[in-house]
């Protein structure tokens, strides 16, 4: 009995050794690459500005949310506005920074805020200077290089998400 206990104790061992060398012998599989980060081009031009906002703003009208619809260049810096009626006030600087964090991290604001979501490591983002953690800033691109940003506020997140995607679209049109 004692014999049977000591074999089945030595299988155990040797099993459970053999698998934590093969657990740690491996090698972890490879992260994915990250896409590559746009560069900046040059900066997006009134015209273009007004296509976007006007894209925003019949979405918003569609969607009957009343919103205020940012872009900015690829410095941060405004070059079309506009806050519907019955715009909460609030939305007209919120709108302002998420277009301002799209161009300045070249990236949508919806990048920060899923890593934020994730917790750990992705809360970092709550210290970047700058940086606005929801949804409803994008970056304006022109020949695959971001030219500016739209931001949009006055919904929810992912409302804002969808009117500032429509604003997009309408630039490249």
């Given at each position: 009995?004692?014999?049977?206990?000591t074999i089945?104790s030595f299988?155990?061992?040797?099993?459970?050794?053999?698998?934590?060398?093969?657990?740690?012998?491996?090698?972890?599989?490879a992260a994915?690459?990250?896409?590559p980060?746009?560069?900046?081009g040059?900066?997006?031009?009134?015209?273009?500005a007004?296509?976007?906002?006007?894209?925003?703003i019949?979405?918003a009208r569609?969607?009957?949310?009343?919103?205020?619809?940012a872009?900015?260049d690829t410095?941060g810096?405004?070059v079309?506005?506009e806050r519907m009626?019955?715009t909460?006030?609030?939305?007209?600087?919120?709108?302002q920074d998420?277009a301002t964090?799209?161009a300045?991290?070249r990236?949508?604001t919806?990048?920060?805020?899923?890593a934020?979501?994730?917790?750990?490591?992705?809360?970092?983002v709550?210290t970047?200077?700058g940086?606005?953690a929801?949804?409803?800033?994008i970056?304006?691109?022109?020949?695959?290089r971001i030219i500016?940003?739209?931001?949009?506020?006055?919904?929810?997140?992912?409302?804002?998400?969808?009117?500032?995607?429509?604003g997009?679209a309408?630039m490249?049109?």
């Open positions: 009995m004692r014999t049977t206990r089945a299988v155990a061992a040797a099993a459970l050794a053999g698998a934590t060398g093969l657990a740690f012998g491996q090698a972890a599989p994915p690459a990250a896409p980060v746009p560069q900046y040059t900066n997006v031009n009134h015209e273009q007004r296509k976007a906002l006007a894209g925003a019949a979405e569609r969607l009957n949310l009343p919103m205020a619809v872009v900015v410095g810096n405004l079309a506005f009626d019955n909460q006030f609030g939305s007209i600087g919120v709108s998420k964090s799209a300045m991290f990236r949508p919806k990048a920060f805020q899923d934020v979501a994730g917790g750990g490591a992705g809360l970092r709550l970047l200077r940086a606005n929801v949804e409803g800033g970056p304006l691109m022109q020949d695959g500016g940003a739209i931001g949009v506020s006055g919904g929810s997140a992912e409302q804002d998400g969808v009117v500032a995607a429509a997009v309408a490249g049109r």
